[in-house]
């Protein structure tokens, strides 16, 4: 069993800035990819940025420029760093990981979710 545990969310004033973490634990061989989700009332979730175990990024264009992902590996831990925030970035934010469990099978598991809202 493979747990998520996101935090960091919260209210801010526009421009301002918060720090997402999300830890995972559990029987996890390897992580692969770990990325950030989101999703506003009313819209589907949608990517925000991904992280491979390389390094490699990608944003999606709303946030490029805005927001960075990162990840300790060693912490097993992907972080994403949101500043200039805008009220349209407001949504639920789930963090997502894809692994290899110690059954050599590929995987992946969601975060429950933590709320994101940029508001004067």
């Known amino acids: 069993q493979v747990q998520l545990v996101e935090s960091g969310g919260g209210l801010v004033q526009p421009g301002g800035s918060l720090r997402l973490s999300c830890a995972a634990s559990?029987?996890?061989?390897?992580?692969?990819?770990m990325g950030w989700y989101r999703q506003a009332p009313g819209n589907q979730r949608e990517l925000v940025a991904v992280?491979?175990?390389?390094?490699?990024?990608n944003y999606a264009d709303s946030v490029k420029d805005r927001f960075t992902i990162s990840r300790n590996n060693a912490k097993n831990t992907v972080y994403l760093q949101m500043n200039s925030l805008k009220p349209e970035d407001t949504a639920v934010y789930y963090c997502?990981?894809?692994?290899?469990?110690?059954?050599?099978?590929?995987?992946?598991?969601w975060g429950q979710g933590t709320q994101v809202t940029v508001s004067s």
């Open positions: 992280i491979t175990s390389g390094g490699s990024t």
């Open positions: 559990g029987s996890i061989l390897r992580i692969n990819r």
């Open positions: 997502k990981i894809e692994y290899y469990t110690f059954s050599s099978t590929y995987v992946s598991s």
